[in-house]
């Protein structure tokens, strides 16, 4: 089956419809031996230094898999390298399929971009809407797993974070993921609760700093929220595909994200926020209005290149965990 | 007696308290420090207190950079951000306050409340406003840290995000003729610059300026001018840190630690 690169989450459905696999290109990134070596190679061949480890992660991840001949690119509501991202690809042959979240939620706006690439890749809204419904059946597992994180305490910050964030694309095998989810789910529920005093909340980009959540279960704290990644899940269950995308907060505006990020603290009793940018990232400016609008402490913390965590955040991290002891 | 050790990014200081006094303390070179009175044992640094020249001590506390690196044996580690607190709480006897610290490479800025840190900031990623600049800084001007800090009126503007390339800005004033007093202003001004949007997070009508950049007096002058408040400079800026774990030390004994 043909695979199709994804730079962030998309309607999915459409892809599987289409039968096709789809590869989220930054969990291959992130879980590569040799990250650091893709994020110098886009350095080498002309990316500048000053810019997010990602973007360059995920220039060289597409050129080193060879499967990968065509690439599905968010040009709208994710991040905004992207359109170059895809033009020097494009100069190396990948083919391009764009797809664009209206900025303000517009439900035709957004069907069409749907019925686009519903065009593009030769599908129907039959098949989309049938594997929707297969693949909520998963997701309804994956929200399972977010609520027992939060209410039941039996599930760690890593699994929280990992199984959510790999809803973008099921790791290409819907069935296989389901698999996992199921065994994951009766391990978990044979836990002890853990008992951390500290609950924190993570908002932002999944990170690229590789040991994140270990180094914070070590200073006595979990994170009981991890809002992009829940996105990636659709957390609201909606009949309608062109809903649930609209629904789906990460691609709008911050207002948008913030009543969802209030909300989450409130029902899970979120003492702190760390919120995640890119180094050189738009979102850094975001930062203020997240600092204004949420009444718990922030920690801001930033990432670079992958890797584990830096003694400076590791510092920061530190006091910020202190706060709430 | 208590030792507190802030094993920073530059410097290692070591305070030792007794009967709640400043009994002695010491500055080292931080790469010093490791070489001359450090030896591995069992994966945990151990301090040659002996050659230190200190005695016999209750309860040792750590903390700074170097905790994160290194557990020092038989000693307690601490977060940075706490134990700046707490010296900054026993040196001023204050409990509502902003702390502005400023060290070799570190800035950070806590808010404090009841004598309890509730939130703070630091630099990330950039030391552009910190000493590691300023003795850069006084190299290209040709003069000390001393004379640096007597200037804060009519600074020149320099407006360079980099500390390296704000040298060579720094130059371009000197040739265009400026006194060495509105340049010295100009480079103490940069610094305040960069500090600002995090002081103007927690405001408070006290600021207690600590670190070593604190002496220079002209800086505190500007926080003062510019934030409209009190500044405070404790009278051991540079040793808060290792202050703040005496402190920790005396306050695990009051809740019975060993």
Redesign the interface.
Known sequence: MKKIGLTTTVPVEVIFAAGMVPVDINNIFVAHPEKTKLVDAAELAGYPRNLCGWIKGLYSTILAEEEIKTLLAVTQGDCSNTHALMETLQLQGIEIIPFSYPFDRDREMLKLQIEKLIGALETSWEAALEQKKYLDKIRAKVHLLDQLTWQENIVTSEENHLYQVSCSDFWGEPEKFEQQIDQVLEEVKKRQPYQAEVRLGYIGVPPIITDFYSYIEELGARVVFNEVQRQFAMPFAVADLVEQYRMYTYPYDIFGRLEDIQREIAKRKVDGIIHYTQ?FCFRQIEDLII?EKLQV?VL?V?G?RPGPMD??????L???I??FK | MFCGMDLGSRQVKIALLENNQLKDSYFYDTITFYRQYGQKVEGKLKIDFAALGIGKVERIVTTGYGRNTLDIWGGQKIPELKAHTLGAVWQTGLADFTLLDLGGQDSKVIKVRRGKMVDFQTNDKCAASSGRYLENMVGVLGIDLEELSRHYEQPVDLNTTCAIFGESELIGRIIEGHSIGSLAAGVNYSIFHRIQPMLRSFPSEKIVFTGGVAKNQALAKIVEIEMDCEVIVPPYPQLNGALGCCQAAAMSLDKGGK
């Open positions: 180094s600092r402490p801001t930033e670079d003694a400076r955040n590791k510092i920061r530190e006091s910020f202190e706060l």
